[in-house]
């Protein structure tokens, strides 16, 4: 850590020239050389209340932060001084002291305002400086100076190098210190005592009711607890005489009241014991040059007109709430729609039904945040801006579904795209080939989910794209076609031809076997005729030689017959010649 820089008296951080609040190069170049950890306290009250008494006791000295003893404003600007931090070694205790609220003689609530919201964004530890009590006037310039500094670090946040997530409120919001001078009220609620801090947490206790009035009543109180979460309170009795008030630098502590004196110890007691490092989003510790970083961002944002003049300290703060309001509305709306909305949608009907679900959430979040919302102008605000993220998401949806179409198509139809550039469709009947894959590949894309509304139109856009590669096809088909039939009533002629002459050939061979099958029957028959020839014969010979033979044996019968006839004939006549012989002899 380097060594603490030595400041022996505060110097001018932000000059107020003429309402124009420009930073002091002399304070910068002390930020840049101080690289220690810095804890912040600025205070802010109106002019001649004592806010300069207390920050010189919080450096440890009587004088340092000049004290004014008359009606006229004394401190301008913001003044800073630079200390060893009492109780934290290696850190540097910046105080900050600021130009008194009210002048008079400045009459420039808008400058007030400047100055109120830069003691809240440069500091670790915000002192409120009022008199006597809390009121409700106290209250709502708290409540408008809270959201002034709300939108300055907002519109200051791109230009904050080196801090990341500038938007987080939590790490730019100080701890919270409300200290009230000349205090004479009985801390005293409903016949029970009560300490500085339930006061100030009484006061700013939620009204219980939904009106309009309850609503007004609330809304401050709430910005400056969400604003303020750390928030204690101090009381201070007068310090002395209203004679020796002009004295107060240099008067002793005996001479002082001792409630008093013992009421600054414990303020003093408390800034140094828990007043915190002040850190940026990312827990980055600020050091000098990041304090003089804050310092330049912020007036120049401040420079360039970024935040609303305080003509009217309510019209201002509703300006600024409303518009806080619809932008808190808007975020709404795009953040359910972003959880809900799955683009595309399939039916245009599915995209308004989301989008007048999360309209309506919307409107009731602006509600919920408005503040005297006079003829509903930025209700109607609200309402355009629905209806511009409600058009621009009409069109998103659209192109949504365009891509995603145009994505499956690739997809589905690619694979044929490259069939038909490698002629596989070139040929006679591709074209029905082509418009069968066609109408598969279109049922497939049918079939695919969440294509959107511009489904449909992308199909045909896309069929409408190829339809001079289908005629060409087509026509491809027709010619090759002709020339196919060509070739096939001639490979027909000639296959008949063949075909014929094959039966031709055929039929010769038939007919060749037939007459060899003819021939060999007839040889055969020959052959069977022969032998039944033959066999007829030996039959007939057979039959011959029977009837021959029976012939014959017939003959020979008859010749055996006749022989033993003539035999009887001899034997007759030998008998009767026997018989005749002895006739003559007798005779």
Partial sequence: MTPNIYMPAPVCLIENNGGQLLANQEALEILSATRNPLVVVAIVGLYRTGKSYLMNKLAGKNKGFSIGSTVQSHTKGIWMWCVPHPKKPNHTLVLLDTEGLGDVEKGDKNNDAQIFALAILLSSTFVYNTMNKIDQKAIDLLHYVTE??????????????GVEDASNLQSFCPDFVWTLRDFFLTLEVDGQDITADEYLENSLRLKQGTNESVKNFNLPRLCIKEFFPIRKCFIFDSPTHRKKLAQLETLPNDELDPEFVQQVAGFCSHIFNHSNTKTLPGGIK???????????????????????????????????????????????????MSQKVQLPTETVHELLDLHRESEREATEVFMKNSFKDMDQKFQKELETLLEVKKDDLYKQNMEASSCRCSVLLRAIFGPLENDVRQGIYSKPGGHRLLV????????????????????????????????????????????????????????????AAKIVAQRLETIQRHNQQMMMQRERLYQEQIRQIQIFREYQLQQQQRALERRFQEEAENLNREIETERRSLQNEIQDLQRNVVSLDDTCILL
Avoid: F, W
């Avoid at 002034?148 to 946040?157: E, W």
């Avoid at 300290?313 to 953040?335: C, F, G, M, R």
């Avoid at 109408?439 to 489904?455: F, H, I, S, T, V």
């Fill in 436 to 495: 069968q894959k066609t109408e598969e590949l279109k049922a497939r894309y049918y079939q695919e989910p969440r294509k959107g509304m511009q489904a449909e139109r992308a199909l045909q856009e896309y069929l409408q794209s190829r339809q001079s590669t289908t005629d060409a096809i087509l026509q491809i088909d027709l010619a090759l076609t002709v020339r196919q039939k060509e070739i096939e009533e001639a490979n027909r002629k000639a296959q």
């Fill in 286 to 336: 600020v050091n000098g040059p990041y304090l003089k970083s804050l310092v330049l961002t912020y007036i120049n944002a401040i420079s360039r007109g970024d935040l609303p003049c305080m003509e009217n300290s309510v019209l201002t703060l509703a300006q600024i709430k409303n518009s806080a309001a619809v932008k808190k509305a808007i975020d709404h709306y795009d953040q359910q």
């Fill in 148 to 161: 002034l500094s709300n939108l300055l670090r907002k519109v200051s946040s791109p230009d904050l190098e």
